[in-house]
């Protein structure tokens, strides 16, 4: 059974910042793809970015500039760099990850393995 543990999330005023964690098993981390989801209340799971089966790194266009994926191979521990925050981004933020092979930001349906979510929250 794979196994995402998610950290970091929180409330934040707009234009602040925040990183989340998700850590894995290190077999996981190296060999799966992984990646970032949100979701509100009502609408459906939608990515944010990912680390692809060839390693690029790809974020969706609502994103893009604002947020960061990084990695610590020692910890085996995906982050997600998220600044100048909007209330848009408000929702629950979930770590994905799956051993097929997909390029790109692949649409959540794809994904079989998922953590447990963590709330972010901006103010206006």
């Known amino acids: 059974q794979v196994q995402l543990v998610e950290s970091g999330g929180g409330s934040v005023q707009a234009g602040g910042s925040l990183r989340l964690s998700c850590t894995a098993s290190?077999?996981?981390?190296?060999?799966?793809?992984m990646a970032w989801f949100r979701q509100v209340p009502g609408k459906e799971r939608e990515g944010v970015a990912g680390?692809?089966?060839?390693?690029?790194?790809n974020y969706a266009d609502s994103v893009k500039g604002r947020f960061t994926i990084s990695q610590d191979n020692a910890k085996n521990t995906l982050y997600l760099e998220m600044n100048r925050l909007q209330p848009d981004d408000t929702a629950m933020y979930y770590c994905?990850?799956?051993?097929?092979?997909?390029?790109?930001?692949?649409?959540?349906?794809?994904?079989?393995?998922w953590g447990q979510g963590t709330q972010v929250a901006v103010s206006s």
């Open positions: 290190p077999f996981v981390f190296s060999h799966y793809c």
């Open positions: 680390r692809d089966s060839s390693g690029k790194l």
């Open positions: 994905a990850a799956d051993p097929s092979t997909m390029y790109g930001l692949a649409p959540a349906p794809r994904w079989n393995n």
